[in-house]
């Protein structure tokens, strides 16, 4: 099986807190895998480190077998890696097509080209499709800032599928979200996933959306791997039940 | 199918001709007010690009169009270059000079970045006080020519005018191509949460130097009009308080709205000469009247036409809504 992903080794310290301490995982192609763990566990620290938003003090990351460890954000994801961000990340004073577009545009041409090509970089028809596809058409030209949180949510993993990825992590995508809206998000998720094939690494606290939604879980706990495998292993595994229970 | 016209573009097309023959009759005082205004439209369009659209925070507005008119002057006076030439020397020089100026913006945000900006207006002023060789000093340069185009003579105040706003139309429908591209998206989405837009492939570093660049040479170009429109300069009108007269002109008119720096040129150039009927009283009427109403339009003035459209938008949803109700209900009830 191809590997998307592979991290190595990989390690954060800020000062004397190992935040991220040695950690090693795979992501193959087609599979969603979540990552779990207590709150400050460095699950958080670790996406950053693979997305090139903070630098690590060590390790590696592979993306398809090669090198692209401390790519900054925008390179990284003009390779085809996309994300979402633990807090809302839109553009509120765009419509919601606009910042669809926005997702999108850069991967369109170069940038003399796009300045001086159409304006929605040829764009539009992608931008409605992704939103008859997260259902948010009665939303298309509202402002991005009006929506609800939950909207908001759709809107953000929305954006992080427009310029077809090779591969999305998503920061607790479940965070503050009401059941209805997270029945939706799950289904859309893995529709994507069954139709394009696209690769997700999903970060969450919310067990069962990661039981249900993720083919192997990685456990982390204190900045390191505690536990790998099916949801029904990793729940089955003593180590897992102690870190998030205690004795 | 025929798209629906862009209202700013519209309102370009539709201005144009009206400020090409209202004027007219106007005498030379008069012209020269609306020329004014329009050369201060262009370098607040400029800063309008940098502050409101890509939220870089930058006080050197006024030095910018200070280096377009000493190049200009310099380039037409002395060195007998056509008109033409020193205008496009004029925007190029202030491109490169805003590209060096944006550098610190890639490190450092918000309020720290404003004073970096304001270090740099005041070493521009410095250079224009002191450096006597290169810019006459306090005494400035006089007599600059006005530019002969295509074998037009712009020395009188009507041609000249015309040819002010021809050059402005020209730059706002440039600006305005730039900012319904992706760039202009590009500029917003670093605005709003530059880290989002990273993640999303939004080049941060390029984009930044080029919202300070193309922003400056705005200011540039409207220094080449500024020079030949005043026939006289001095450091004086590009000082510090001219970089905070620009930051109100773009804030009062409505940062980030296309027209907004239209509307504040107007304010902060074209009012003051019509206060002048108030013999001296004019701050009274100006301070109050001016920056006042951002207490409650912290958007400025076509903030405050946006907030009027969406009310209009929304009671016209509530309308529907409530004219919908009954069929609704009904439905219900069977």
Known sequence: MTRVLEVKGMKKYFGGIRAVDGVDFHVNKGEILGIIGPNGCGKSTLFNCILGQLTPTDGEVLLEGKPVTGLYPSELNKLGVSRTFQLLQVFPTLSVRENLILAGQEHQGTKISRLFGRGDAGLTDAANRMIAFFKLDHLADQKAGGLSYGQQKLLDAAMAFMAGPKLVLLDEPAGGVNLTMLAALKERLEAINREQGATFVVIEHNMDFVMSLCSRVVVMAEGRVLAQGTPAEVRADPAVVEAYLGH | ?334
């Open chain 2, 1 to 334: 199918m025929i798209r629906r016209l862009d209202p700013d573009l519209a309102v370009i097309v539709i201005a144009a001709p009206l400020l090409w023959f209202i004027p007219a009759g106007f005498k030379s005082y008069g012209l020269y007010v609306v020329s004014l205004w329009l050369v201060m439209a262009i370098a607040a369009m400029g800063l309008n690009l940098t502050l409101g659209y890509a939220g870089l925070k930058s006080l050197a507005q006024a030095a910018f169009v200070g280096i377009g008119a000493y190049a200009t002057a310099i380039l037409t006076k002395n060195h007998g270059v056509a008109w033409p030439v020193a205008f496009l020397v004029s925007g190029a020089l202030s491109f490169g000079v805003g590209v060096v100026l944006g550098f610190p913006a890639l490190r450092v945000k918000f309020h720290y970045l404003a004073f970096v900006t304001l270090a740099f207006a005041m070493f521009v002023f410095l250079v224009a006080r002191n450096e006597e060789w290169l810019t006459g000093g306090v005494y400035g340069f006089s007599n600059i020519p006005r530019p002969v185009i295509f074998g037009l003579d712009l020395s009188r105040a009507l041609p000249f005018y015309r040819f002010v706003l021809v050059v402005t139309v020209v730059l706002s429908l440039a600006m305005w191509w730039l900012l319904r591209s992706p760039w202009g998206r590009a500029f917003q989405a670093l605005r709003e949460n530059w880290m989002r837009a990273a993640s999303l492939g939004v080049d941060i570093r390029t984009y930044t130097l080029l919202a300070f660049a193309i922003g400056s040479a705005w200011g540039g170009f409207a220094g080449a009009l500024y020079a030949p429109l005043v026939e006289f300069i001095d450091p004086a009108p590009f000082a510090i308080s001219a970089s905070f007269v620009m930051l109100l002109t773009v804030v009062v008119g409505g940062s980030g709205f296309f027209l907004g720096p239209f509307v504040g040129a107007f304010l902060s150039f074209v009012l003051p000469e019509l206060l002048r009927v108030t013999g001296g009283w004019d701050p009274l009427v100006f301070d109050p009247g001016v920056p006042g109403p951002l207490g409650f339009s912290p958007t400025g003035i076509l903030g405050l036409v946006e907030r009027a459209r969406e009310l209009v938008a929304q009671r016209r949803a509530a309308a529907m809504r409530a004219a919908a109700r009954p069929m609704l209900e009904g439905s219900e009830a069977r």
